[in-house]
């Protein structure tokens, strides 16, 4: 059985919902990644932070990534799977929320984030497809 834990990009990092959005917009630079997971106080998954976000939700909006968190982002409920969970939860879980990115959780800690291009690595064609074909569906 191949697990989230198998497919995920490990070390995933959270952005504390008190941070700006210019921190948020360094640490992606850093990483090299396009999206960050948002951790309440208690280092709990409040949200997810995408770089389109920045750019559409507050700099075309006018607004200073200097004055608005990473927290005044986070909209709707968060999607997370667990570590153990099958290939197939995960899929589902993204198909049917219609999400591209989705944190890994184990023993309530963040340990990775899967991404379109970790299910490419590690998924057949054929469920590539298939799951493309969910994700982007109405969008």
Do not use: F
Not at 15 to 39: F, K
Not at 60 to 71: L, Q, R, S, V
Not at 118 to 136: F, N, T
Request: glycine share 8%; charged share 25%; proline share 4%.
């Amino acid at each position: 059985m191949t697990t989230a834990a198998d497919i995920m990009h490990p070390g995933a990092q959270w952005i504390p919902a008190h941070e700006t959005l210019d921190r948020a917009a360094q640490m992606m630079r850093d990483l090299n990644v396009g999206a960050l997971p948002i951790s309440d106080t208690n280092e709990r998954l409040c949200g997810i932070l995408t770089d389109r976000d920045i750019v559409v939700g507050c700099v075309a909006m006018g607004h200073d990534p200097a004055k608005i968190t990473a927290g005044e982002m986070a909209h709707g409920t968060p999607r997370w799977i667990d570590s153990g969970a099958d290939v197939s939860e995960v899929l589902n879980e993204m198909q049917d929320h219609q999400i591209r990115r989705l944190p890994v959780i184990e023993n309530k800690k963040l340990v990775g984030m899967i991404s379109e291009a970790d299910l490419a690595r590690h998924l057949s064609d054929d469920q590539i497809a298939a799951w493309a074909g969910r994700v982007y569906a109405g969008r």
